[in-house]
């Protein structure tokens, strides 16, 4: 019979074997341990609620509250624009080009030289940050190192603001997208556990235990509380943001942005350090009320110092075992660059519509993200009213995404559709809020439904390095396409290659991606990685019938 002690070294898995065992009693314990949802002891193999505290109705508005105020618009909106309008403006003054990387380079090579930068270091620090922050208590500190990163470059905005100073906003600028970048991958990582720590979600596992829930209801109760927090953050993020820019229309005027250059520059100043300012006071009651809720254990052998390379070491060696997670990375990667091409390709488009005015483009942004606010909240309410499993949700926004390209490509054949006029850029600001704006809280979920428990901050580090890949490789394609396009002025051009590519990714990850399996995957590599932790003495021999921790509504 297994001892008290080996039962809190089990999962469920060998729970259920050791129940076979040791009769009812051990049968009852092996239903509580499968039952549990909560991040346990931090190692992943204990779901008592007892090891990880409960999630507060303070501390999850807090959470609310910091994606409210890390909407981007500092450092991923306004950061860009400053840092091309010194350059637009110092390169003016100097024949068109600037010295830079070793050679005279023109306004757009240095842009994408600096997004290019900042990519390769993001991609090492989430590597390396999120391969430990998964072990021990202190991960709560990786979101607020780099939080006081971010809020230190947007008030630096404030001495930038001279065409002189051109190199130093470029610093900014590169690193702002990289602090910008890991605090929202690392504030996302959080909501798992939050979720699974929630007064219902806890409620639900006790129930289950008694005997007065099944464990497909406690599924998809677990599937929907994830929905729930995802959408809502969502949801009060967009109707923050319409209310900053509402203000932030008020302060360009009273900064007189119209009045010349140097009145526009320092304008796009303020706009950085306000919405900073904003982020700031926003994230302050996260990172009071947060609990602490340890991560994984560091494993046998090795330290704090190692934990992380042994990790990152054994993710890349047994991730294939989780062939649904590698589904989704590939469908992810395919759509991700689909998606973030046609936004770059129709802003380029809708420039040359508006012809730059920018109080215009203030007002396209406000309609674009009050749709964004409705959209994401009608997607909420249905998902919730009619009990609609997140991938049924996730697909819809994947056809919303491939009737977009198709609007683009119409636009090769005629001008009278395909954003080429002032309507359709009104019209295509509300039907992306309404119906493509929920990928960004959808394709999160589903991440979150194809990563092990306990290794939440290294997975979604891998994602959003392969979102962030997806968003250089297809503006390259699609520039080649416009240059080889005839007279090689046909920004419309790309829509065909976007298109294909849309259908494509949409149609894989419809076929292949598979919800239940990857939770069945996930419980067998986390037993694999179990098994390879406890001394030979202390393996159970399990047969693998648990259905996992993450399992979807059907």
């Not at 909407?71 to 309008?85: R, Y």
Request: aromatic share 12%; hydrophobic share 45%; charged share 20%.
């Amino acid at each position: 019979m297994a001892t008290e002690e080996e039962r809190d070294r089990l999962g469920a898995d060998d729970v259920a074997a050791a129940a076979d065992a040791d009769g009812k009693k051990a049968g009852e314990e092996a239903g509580e341990a499968a039952a549990g949802n909560g991040d346990g002891d931090g190692d992943g193999d204990d779901d008592d609620d007892d090891g990880a505290a409960p999630t507060t109705r303070s501390e999850m508005r807090a959470y609310y509250l910091y994606y409210v105020g890390a909407n981007g618009l500092a450092l991923f909106n306004f950061g860009p624009s400053a840092l091309q309008n010194l350059l637009d403006q110092a390169a003016a003054a100097s024949g068109g080009l600037l010295d830079f990387a070793g050679r005279r380079r023109d306004v757009n090579s240095i842009v994408l030289l600096a997004n290019g930068t900042s990519f390769a270091l993001q991609a090492g620090l989430m590597l390396g940050i999120g391969a430990y922050a998964d072990f021990g208590t202190g991960r709560r500190w990786v979101l607020l190192l780099w939080s006081a990163a971010a809020y230190a470059i947007g008030l630096g905005w404030l001495a930038v603001h001279e065409p002189g100073r051109w190199r130093a906003g470029l610093g900014l600028y590169i690193a702002g997208l990289i602090a910008y970048q890991l605090t929202l991958t690392y504030w996302t990582a959080a909501f798992p556990a939050l979720a699974r720590n929630t007064p219902r979600l806890r409620e639900a596992r006790r129930a289950v235990r008694r005997g007065r829930l099944p464990r497909a209801e406690l599924d998809r109760r677990d599937e929907l509380e994830r929905s729930r927090l995802s959408n809502v953050a969502f949801w009060l993020q967009s109707v923050g943001e319409v209310l900053m820019l509402a203000v932030i229309v008020g302060i360009m005027h009273g900064v007189g942005v119209d009045g010349s250059p140097e009145r526009n520059s320092w304008g796009l100043s303020v706009l950085i350090a306000f919405a900073t300012a904003c982020w700031l006071g926003l994230s302050l009651p996260w990172f009071v009320l947060e609990k602490s809720r340890p991560g994984l254990r560091v494993p046998p052998g090795q330290t704090m110092l190692t934990a992380g390379l042994w990790q990152l070491r054994e993710a890349l060696t047994h991730m294939w075992r989780l062939k649904q997670s590698l589904v989704y990375l590939v469908g992810y990667f395919l759509l991700g660059d689909s998606l973030n091409t046609t936004v770059t390709v129709i802003a380029t488009l809708q420039n040359q519509v508006v012809r730059y005015n920018t109080l215009t483009l203030t007002y396209l942004l406000l309609v674009g993200i009050g749709a964004q606010a409705v959209g994401i909240g009608a997607f909420w309410l249905v998902q919730r009213r009619f009990a609609i499993g997140a991938k049924a949700m996730f697909n819809a926004v994947m056809v919303a995404i491939v009737l977009l390209d198709g609007w683009g490509m119409v636009g090769n054949w005629t001008g009278r559709f395909g954003f080429h006029n002032p309507w359709e850029i009104w019209l295509y600001q509300a039907f992306y809020g309404l119906c493509v704006c929920p990928w960004y809280s959808y394709s999160q979920i589903i991440i979150s439904s194809v990563t092990p428990r306990g290794h939440e901050f290294l997975f979604f580090s891998v994602f959003n390095i392969a979102g962030k890949a997806s968003s250089f490789i297809g503006p390259f394609i699609s520039s080649a396409i416009i240059d080889a396009s005839p007279g090689g002025r046909n920004n419309s051009a790309p829509f065909y290659f976007l298109f294909a590519l849309s259908l494509a990714s949409a149609a894989f990850l419809w076929t292949f991606l598979d919800l239940d399996r990857s939770a069945r995957e996930q419980e067998a590599f986390l037993a694999e990685e179990r098994r390879r932790l406890r001394p030979a003495s202390d393996v159970v021999e399990v047969d693998a019938g648990d259905e996992g921790r993450h399992r979807p509504m059907p």
